[in-house]
C-alpha cells in the first residue's frame, strides 16, 4: 500500500518562492499532494526529515546529445592551421558518432545521466539522432538506439522525454556526409519509425516521445512541414536547432530566400508545441514572431561559449516574454545551474554592466527565482511535461542541497534562489527524486560504481581507436 509522506527540509522552493518550517506533502502515487508543517500531519503519514536541507523543484535539461560526453576536454586544442569554429568540432563529433556500438552507447548515457542527476536533472529531453548502424546499414529494429537511451534514462531513474530526431541531407547542394551516416533516414522511413516509438512508450512511466527535424539545413522545409504536421497531430513537442550560426542563415536565404525563423513563421511550424535550440543570431522581428507565437527558446549557453556561437540576448527574450529553458547540449560541462548564471553573465560581459535580467520581465519575482523557473519549469514545459514548480498536482520531482555547504552557509529563505543559481558549487546537491523516488540519496547513486567502471571501459577504447 503506497503510502503519503512529508519531505520536510529547513527551506523549501515550490511554486516560484521558498518558505521555512513547511514540508512537501507526496502521495503514493508520486504527486504533490500539498504543503505542511511536520505538527499538522495526520497518522499515516511518512515522515522523511531533510535537516539542514533545502528542497528545490528538479531541473529539466531541455536539450542534450549524451554520445557526445565521449569527446570532453578532447576537443579544445586546434586541430590544423585553420580557426577552430563549431564547423570544426563538428568533424570530431562525426568520430565519437561513428564509433559507439548499441553497448556503448548505453553504457555513455548512463554516465552522462547520472551526472545529470548529481547536478540536480530530473527530466532530459534527448535530441537523438544516431539512428543506423555503424556501416550506416539499418538496424532490424530501427528504433533500436532509442531505445537503448530510453532504456539507459529509465535505468538511472531519469524522467526522459526521446526528442527523436530527422536527419536528411547534408545541406543545401551539398552531397552526403560520411559522418553523418548513421543519422540519415528516408522521410517516410523517419515518421513511421517515429510513429513507432510513440506508440511503444504510450503509457510508459517517465518516457515520452517528440518530433525533432534537426534544422533547416539537415531537413528541407517540405519535409519540416510534415513533420511539425504529424507532431501536432499527435500532441508531441517539436524540436529544431535553428541560428545557431550565421553561415546558417546565409545557406538558409540561398536556399529560400528567407531567414530560417521567417521561414518556419511562414511555414506554420512555430506554436506553443515549438521549442528552438539556441536561436543566438535572431533580429528583433524575429524575436517578436516567436514571442507571438508562444514558442519557447532553449538556449545552451556552457556549449555556446564553448563553440563559439555568439551570446544569445536574453534580455530580448525576457523583454519579449518568450520563455527560455536550458541544455547541456554537447555535455562538455554538465550544470544546469550554470548555465542559468551564464545566461545573465554573457550579457554583463557583453554590455560591461551588472544586473541585467533583473527586472527586464514583467515578471515580480528576483532574477534567481526567475533563472530558476528557466532551468526547471520551463524545461518541463518545453518537453511537454506538467510540472516543474512542484504545485499541488505536479510529479514530485525534485533535488535537495546541503546548506551546510561551504557555497551556501548563510542562506535563508529569502535568497535561496538567488545564492542556488548564482554561487552554488554542484557538490552541495544531495538528494534526487523522480516521482517522490530519491534515485539519488545523500550523494549516492545506487549503480554509481558500475556506471562508473562500464564508462571508463568505453572511453579507454574510443581513444585507442585513433
Ligand atoms: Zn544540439
Not at 158 to 176: D, K, M, P
Not at 241 to 265: F, M
Amino acid at each position: 500500500m503506497p503510502t503519503t509522506r512529508l519531505y520536510l527540509p529547513d527551506l523549501l522552493y515550490a511554486e516560484g518562492r521558498a518558505h521555512a518550517g513547511l514540508g512537501l506533502l507526496v502521495d503514493g502515487e508520486g504527486r504533490v499532494a500539498g504543503q505542511a508543517s511536520a505538527k499538522s500531519i495526520t497518522a499515516g503519514v511518512e515522515l522523511v526529515r531533510l535537516s539542514g536541507k533545502a528542497l528545490i523543484p528538479g531541473l529539466a535539461n531541455a536539450h542534450s546529445h549524451t554520445f557526445q560526453r565521449l569527446f570532453r576536454g578532447r576537443a579544445e586544442g586546434r586541430t590544423g592551421a585553420v580557426a577552430d569554429t563549431f564547423w570544426t568540432w563538428r568533424e570530431q563529433m562525426y568520430r565519437a558518432a561513428g564509433f559507439v556500438s548499441p553497448e556503448d552507447l548505453y553504457d555513455v548515457a548512463r554516465a552522462t545521466f547520472l551526472e545529470m542527476v548529481t547536478v540536480g536533472v530530473t527530466a532530459v529531453g534527448e535530441f537523438h539522432y544516431l539512428h543506423r548502424d555503424r556501416d550506416g546499414s539499418a538496424y532490424a529494429e530501427p528504433n533500436l538506439l532509442s531505445d537503448t537511451v530510453i532504456a539507459a534514462a529509465r535505468s538511472v531513474g531519469l524522467r526522459i522525454c526521446l526528442l527523436r530526431t530527422a536527419y536528411f541531407r547534408a545541406g543545401f547542394e551539398r552531397a552526403a556526409h560520411e559522418g553523418q551516416r548513421r543519422f540519415y533516414e528516408l522521410p517516410e522511413e523517419f515518421l513511421t519509425n517515429l510513429e513507432e516509438l510513440a506508440a511503444r512508450y504510450a503509457g510508459v512511466a517517465g518516457v515520452s516521445v517528440g518530433a525533432a527535424p534537426h534544422s533547416i539545413r539537415a531537413v528541407p522545409l517540405e519535409r519540416m512541414v510534415e513533420i511539425a504536421a504529424l507532431a501536432r497531430d499527435r500532441r508531441m513537442p517539436l524540436h529544431l536547432h535553428i541560428s545557431e550560426q550565421v553561415e546558417e542563415n546565409a545557406a538558409c536565404v540561398a536556399e529560400y530566400g528567407a531567414t530560417p525563423v521567417q521561414l518556419i513563421a511562414a511555414n506554420g511550424i512555430l506554436s506553443p508545441a515549438t521549442t528552438l535550440v539556441h536561436a543566438i543570431h535572431l533580429s528583433e522581428a524575429e524575436f517578436a514572431a516567436v514571442a507571438e507565437a508562444g514558442s519557447t527558446i532553449c538556449s545552451c549557453p556552457t556549449t555556446e561559449r564553448n563553440l563559439g556561437d555568439g551570446i544569445f540576448p536574453a534580455d530580448v527574450a525576457w523583454r519579449l516574454g518568450i520563455p527560455v529553458a536550458l541544455g547541456t547540449d554537447s555535455q562538455a560541462q554538465i550544470d544546469l545551474l550554470e548555465d542559468a548564471r551564464q545566461l545573465e553573465y554573457h550579457l554583463r560581459l557583453r554590455d560591461q554592466h551588472r544586473a541585467i535580467l533583473d527586472g527586464a520581465s514583467a515578471s515580480a519575482g528576483s532574477v534567481g527565482d526567475e533563472l530558476l523557473q528557466v532551468a526547471s519549469g520551463n524545461g518541463y514545459r518545453a518537453l511537454g511535461l506538467a510540472g516543474g514548480q512542484l504545485a499541488k498536482g505536479d510529479a514530485a520531482d525534485f533535488f535537495t542541497v546541503d546548506l551546510n555547504d561551504l557555497s551556501l552557509l548563510g542562506v535563508d529563505a529569502e535568497s535561496l534562489a538567488s545564492q542556488a543559481v548564482f554561487a552554488m558549487a554542484r557538490g552541495a546537491v544531495r538528494d534526487v527524486a523522480v516521482q517522490g523516488e530519491l534515485i539519488l540519496q545523500d550523494g549516492r547513486h545506487r549503480d554509481e560504481d558500475a556506471i562508473r567502471e562500464r564508462y571508463r571501459d568505453v572511453q579507454c577504447r574510443y581513444i585507442s581507436s585513433f
